[in-house]
Nanobody, 124 residues
Framework: QVQLVESGGGLVTAGGSLRLSCAAS????????MGWFRQAPGKEREFVAA????????LYADSVKGRFTISRDNAKNTVALQMNSLKPEDTAVYYC?????????????????WGQGTQVTVSS
């Protein structure tokens, strides 16, 4: 069983920055692929970013590429999402997810553990 706890959400004005963090339980964190997803009201959960086990070759949604950066610290069992140049359309609940078995990295069905989410609100 893997438990994920997100933190760092909040209210920010457009153009600002936030850093989300996700703490994971388990002694095999370094074997998980980690991802961030978001869900706005009335919309489906969508992929934001993913990072593989060694932290190389991260993936990003086109909508956040160049503005968001995903990183992980396997010694601390954490994954972070640095969000810069935030836009009102980035407003959503952001979820951390872990993939412990083979699957796609860019769809929610590829992940088998989820955090409870943290709200990010960007005002114009």
């Amino acid at each position: 069983q893997v438990q994920l706890v997100e933190s760092g959400g909040g209210l920010v004005t457009a153009g600002g920055s936030l850093r989300l963090s996700c703490a994971a339980s388990g002694r095999t964190f370094s074997t998980y692929i980690m991802g961030w997803f978001r869900q706005a009201p009335g919309k489906e959960r969508e992929f934001v970013a993913a990072i593989n086990r060694n932290g190389r070759s991260p993936l990003y949604a086109d909508s956040v590429k160049g503005r968001f950066t995903i990183s992980r610290d396997n010694a601390k069992n954490t994954v972070a999402l640095q969000m810069n140049s935030l836009k009102p359309e980035d407003t959503a609940v952001y979820y951390c997810a872990a993939q412990t078995a083979w699957g796609t990295q860019v769809t929610p069905t590829g992940y088998n553990y989820w955090g409870q989410g943290t709200q990010v609100t960007v005002s114009s």
